[in-house]
């Protein structure tokens, strides 16, 4: 058993029997101090509405918040950085989410979180960092339950996450070297002097970008699914290719 595993058991087991209501006036401990992950099936409107902000305020990258190629899978993602305020939250007497309905898997479940065990079964456990005041853990319901909301979101990022590292993980490299190639060709023209790992920061986050937008379009026809979005990356790179 990997260290990653007993973690999980040792915050699966913490989860069991604690009982959570949200007070609601923390905002700033979980939607600010907190790093969020977002995947196009975690959250669309996240991504719909940072590609709206990013449009309307005439800039591509928006405060706090950074397009990413996950770390050895490569999925495309946006990452809410700790200590940030999130660009959702409104303070308007109390914190709200202004996407809630359809806010990040992590934001719905938090402070509890999903995981799949190898064998399929999906487990629900305790944040390893639980920023909640003492007294939101008093009462109301199961973090189970609580958890259980996302559970239909979990599954579908769950099948998009193994179809795209079984069919695009391997190809996204290559497509990345040439990205690479063409920042060093636009930063010859601009004669701007670039290095070589900006230059590779620069192709990751403009390849996270081009394809988290794939995604907008396709939630825009309606046509967003796990199996839809992985054939039409696939297509998209081997055109690029
Ligand atoms: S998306 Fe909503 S719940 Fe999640 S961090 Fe932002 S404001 Fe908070
Ligand atoms: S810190 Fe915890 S209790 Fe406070 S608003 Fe955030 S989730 Fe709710």
Redesign the pocket.
């Known amino acids: 058993m990997s260290w990653d595993e007993k973690e999980l058991k040792r915050l699966e087991k913490k989860a069991k029997g604690v009982r959570f209501r949200c007070k609601r006036t923390c905002?700033i401990e979980?939607?600010?101090m907190?790093s969020?992950l977002?995947s196009p099936f975690s959250?669309i409107s996240?991504i719909r509405w940072y590609f709206r902000f990013s449009l309307s305020l005439k800039q591509v990258f928006i405060f706090g918040v950074e397009p990413v190629l996950g770390q050895n899978s490569l999925l495309p993602m946006l990452w809410?950085k700790e200590g940030f305020?999130?660009?959702?939250?409104?303070i308007d007497g109390q914190?709200?989410?202004?996407?809630?309905e359809d806010?990040?898997i992590?934001?719905?479940t938090?402070p509890a979180g999903l995981y799949k065990k190898p064998t399929g079964k999906i487990k629900v456990v305790l944040s390893p960092e639980v920023r909640c005041p003492e007294d939101a853990f008093l009462e109301g319901e199961s973090l189970e339950k609580l958890a259980k909301r996302a559970e239909e979101k979990f599954q579908k990022q769950t099948e998009f996450t193994e179809l795209y590292l079984e069919r695009i993980t391997p190809i996204l490299p290559k497509y990345l070297e040439q990205q690479k190639e063409t920042v060093k060709k636009l930063a010859l023209e601009k004669n701007k002097q670039v290095k070589e790992d900006e230059i590779s920061i620069i192709a990751q986050k403009s390849v996270a970008l081009e394809l988290l937008a794939i995604a907008i379009n396709m939630h825009a026809d309606g046509k967003l699914t796990p199996k839809n979005l992985v054939d039409e990356y696939e297509k998209h790179i081997n055109r690029g290719l």
């Open positions: 905002g979980c939607c600010t907190l969020v977002v959250s996240f809410k305020p999130c660009i959702f939250m409104v914190p709200k989410c202004r996407i809630w806010a990040p992590s934001c719905i938090y």
